[in-house]
């Protein structure tokens, strides 16, 4: 277990470990009640580096404001899928786009409501699971998601398809995970995360139990295959994959990020996509 996050495994009783198959309302169940009982602490730790009202794509500090990887967004009805507090919407509408961010969690859109108070930019904010879109068929002209959601749903493909049937054609839809390499070493910023543990093609979910055994915590491993096939399959051509590098006399650790591991191997994939 993490010892980043001893008060949400506190507070939900977590005991353990397991690696079992979880379904998809076991994973919805499991990440709504982790994130809400995280939220604090996450922005406690976190909340300086993402900023109120700024578009950080990764811990390696790609903003885009520099890559722009959505292209132009004025005017654009843009998603935020697993938008946490947000901070990349409001950055948008301050873009001049109209962007709408939901996420699962009522405790990281309890954050996101005050940092739309604190900060002027009224974002729209709606509680939802990526695989289960609450968005009429083709009203959003982007969509982005830095590190929400995609990790967290039992079926990815589901979330590829909902997010294309809500875009127009020609959208861009670009989002950023955990670099599937990453799986294969332990959650470790240290030397003892510079060795393999596991395989590669295990595709089974890391799962946080508690005495129970109930699903406190959920996440899912996907190859970069599975991902590229997920999109073909939603009807979503690949565009380009990034692969951010490590940047010089960034110290920074973020859980298993690290200066050590970042100048070994990626911890990022950034999958830019466009509708067809």
Not at 12 to 39: F, M, Q, Y
Not at 60 to 71: K, T
Not at 155 to 180: I, Q, Y
Request: with cysteine; aromatic share 10%; hydrophobic share 40%.
């Amino acid at each position: 277990m993490s010892t980043q996050h001893a008060s949400a495994e506190l507070t939900l009783g977590t005991t353990g470990i397991a690696k079992r198959p979880v379904d998809a309302d076991e994973s919805r169940a499991a990440n709504r009640i982790w994130w809400d009982a995280d939220a604090d602490d996450y922005h406690a730790e976190h909340g300086d580096f993402l900023g109120a009202a700024d578009f950080m794509w990764c811990p390696e500090g790609v903003r885009e404001e520099d890559a722009r990887l959505l292209g132009d967004v004025a005017g654009k009805r843009v998603l935020e899928v697993g938008c946490g507090s947000a901070p990349c919407a409001r950055w948008l509408a301050a873009q001049g786009a109209h962007p709408v961010a939901f996420d699962i969690s009522a405790g990281m859109l309890r954050h996101a409501a005050a940092a739309n108070r604190e900060t002027g930019i009224a974002v729209p904010l709606v509680q939802a699971s990526a695989d289960q879109l609450p968005f009429a068929d083709g009203s959003f002209d982007a969509a982005c998601s830095a590190f929400g959601a995609v990790p967290f749903v039992a079926d990815s493909g589901t979330v590829m398809r909902e997010v294309s049937r809500v875009l127009r054609p020609g959208a861009p839809w670009v989002f950023a995970v955990t670099h599937p390499i990453r799986w294969i070493f332990p959650d470790d910023p240290g030397p003892g995360g510079l060795t393999v543990t596991q395989s590669y093609f295990d595709r089974t979910p890391y799962v946080e139990v508690d005495e129970a055994g109930r699903a406190t915590y959920v996440e899912h491993h996907r190859t970069m295959g599975d991902y590229v096939r997920q999109l073909a399959e939603a009807g979503l051509d690949l565009v380009d994959l990034l692969e951010p590098e490590w940047p010089e006399g960034h110290e920074r650790e973020w859980g298993q990020w690290s200066p050590l591991r970042g100048r070994l191997f990626p911890g990022t994939a950034i999958f830019r996509t466009r509708k067809r």
